[in-house]
């Protein structure tokens, strides 16, 4: 069984810690409240019940644990200059290796001792530890393995489905200079690389590898649509609007501008497409 009231205290408990005046921790403790609310509704709308649906709302209030701690020492949510925040929160939560977790990082970090959190703080019963671990581990992949038993993906899909649906609301909520640490100047100045456009176009999610500029990061989000799995995900994004506001981001480069109206065009036409 897991305890919702218990693990909603040990969770604010452990963000208290935190600096939640900063834009970035107040925006990932609203995420993960957020997140969890989500994918318990995308459980619910699969014909998940009882403990199921306890399982989906407990992975979204702990799927990113690791960027707290991320953000306190790297002042950053950029994994590839600091840590692969997914691995990080498996480090955090199940102990597991943190060399899995180093990306542009130190593996010489000191993790505060408030920010050692392990499962158990949260979740009593260890029976669920195989489907939480999985879905935090694999939440932010680009892809994961085919091979995964089913029970592991839905839990997985439901957990990827809610975050994309939620991280809209924060690219519109919280100012994209504090999200991507960018200077408005540069935001406003810079193209959106080809081959992020190239993707887009291909109707697949953006690959992070790709992403040159700081408006690759907003078209990249735009294109988490495309990943959508579940119709319910896909009913709350439309009906929350935040994709039609992102979308309506405008730069001081004409280029960019050129750039984004193919982009409404085109995400426009496939939304009338999914209806």
């Not at 992975?59 to 840590?83: A, K, N, P, W």
């Not at 080809?194 to 078209?219: C, G, H, M, W």
């Not at 609007?241 to 309506?248: R, T």
């Not at 085109?266 to 209806?275: M, S």
Request: with cysteine; aromatic share 10%.
């Amino acid at each position: 069984m897991i305890d919702r009231t218990k693990l909603t205290k040990r969770f604010k408990d452990y963000i208290n810690h935190y600096d939640l005046k900063d834009p970035k921790i107040g925006l990932k403790a609203s995420h993960s409240y957020r997140v969890a609310e989500i994918a318990e509704k995308v459980a619910k709308s699969i014909g998940l019940t009882g403990e199921d649906l306890d399982i989906a709302w407990a992975i979204g209030m702990l799927h990113d644990i690791g960027r707290f701690e991320q953000c306190r020492i790297y002042d950053t949510f950029i994994d590839s200059e600091s840590v692969d925040h997914a691995r990080f929160g498996c480090h955090i939560l199940f102990g597991d290796s943190l060399k899995e977790a180093i990306r542009g990082g130190n593996e010489d970090i000191e993790i505060a001792d408030y920010g050692k959190a392990g499962i158990r703080e949260f979740i009593e019963d260890d029976k669920y530890d195989d489907l939480i671990h999985n879905a935090i581990y694999y939440h932010s992949d680009y892809r994961f393995p085919e091979d995964m038993d089913q029970r592991k993906k839905t839990f997985l899909q439901i957990l990827r489905d809610a975050d994309k649906v939620d991280i809209l609301r924060v690219n519109v909520e919280t100012p994209l200079e504090e999200v991507y640490n960018v200077s408005t100047k540069k935001l406003k100045s810079d193209q959106v690389t080809p081959k992020i456009l190239e993707n887009l176009f291909e109707k697949t999610a953006t690959n992070r590898k790709y992403k040159e500029t700081s408006v690759d990061n907003i078209v990249g989000h735009i294109s988490f649509i495309f990943e959508i799995v579940y119709p319910e995900s896909m009913r709350i994004l439309k009906e929350q609007g935040y994709l039609y506001k992102l979308m309506a981001f405008e730069s001081d480069n004409p280029v960019t501008n050129s750039q984004f109206d193919q982009i409404r065009k085109f995400v426009n036409d496939y939304l009338e497409e999914e209806k």
